[in-house]
């Protein structure tokens, strides 16, 4: 598993691409950052930085699809595939080793972005309970999108489809509990239920708020789990058909 994680970490940071994703994360929190900013009534700094992370995650939605788009993709578009599918790595062993290699990178986004609560708190008040709770929230948002955008891109060679397949797939999971809320899907209540308990942006707002709750961690880790599972079956039978 190392040696595909090697693989995929020198990819991603022996070219611009990760440092590219890093300065659009950096400037979409940067602008998010200038605009609470910008609408304080007091000259005292004092942040949570809830509403940040909140609002990141809308626009993040954009980046993780690019990040993930070419994780198998590009194997089948350049013929790497076949290497690998013959090498003696185990196809777990593949699939974890590129889903750590995105989280790498994800962190190093996220590390860019303690510049922000280090600076506020040179010059006011950070609420650290709540800036913890966010980043983990922000994580786990995070790390599920990276599972869920490696399982489309195991599906199709063409790594541009599977970027726009993944960020529909992903703007639907955003605004889940929205839909769930319409008048429409309020006729039918079980239904309504259902939809919303697969909702992940309501989970990540307790985060936000400084709230970890159980459910919505073992929400998190289980859809990691199955978008990572369902990853692992698709490239097993592709394996199994080679021979």
Do not use: H
Not at 42 to 60: E, K, L, T
């Amino acid at each position: 598993m190392f040696s595909i994680y090697k693989k995929e970490l020198q990819s991603l940071f022996y070219t611009p691409f990760a440092y590219a994703i890093a300065a659009l994360f950096m400037f979409l929190f940067t602008n998010t950052f200038n605009n609470s900013i910008g609408s304080m009534d007091s000259s005292v700094f004092r942040f949570a930085f809830s509403d940040i992370f909140y609002n990141v995650i809308f626009y993040f939605i954009f980046l993780i699809p690019i990040m993930t788009m070419r994780t198998f993709a590009d194997e089948r578009k350049f013929g790497t595939e076949v290497l690998l599918m013959t090498s003696p790595v185990s196809v777990f062993k593949i699939v974890m080793g590129k889903y750590l290699a995105n989280i790498t990178v994800f962190l190093f986004m996220i590390a860019g972005s303690l510049l922000y609560p280090i600076v506020t708190a040179m010059n006011g008040e950070v609420v650290m309970g709540q800036l913890l709770c966010a980043y983990i929230g922000f994580f786990f948002w995070g790390a599920m999108f990276i599972a869920l955008g490696m399982l489309v891109s195991s599906f199709t060679e063409n790594s541009i489809i599977a970027a726009i397949i993944g960020e529909i797939i992903m703007f639907a999971f955003l605004f889940l509990d929205d839909f769930s809320q319409t008048d429409f899907i309020g006729q039918f209540p079980t239904l309504q239920k259902v939809l919303y308990s697969f909702a992940a942006q309501p989970r990540f707002s307790y985060f936000s708020q400084g709230l970890i709750r159980l459910s919505d961690i073992v929400f998190f880790i289980s859809a990691i789990i199955v978008f990572l599972a369902w990853n692992y079956i698709n490239i097993e039978r592709r394996r199994w058909k080679r021979g």
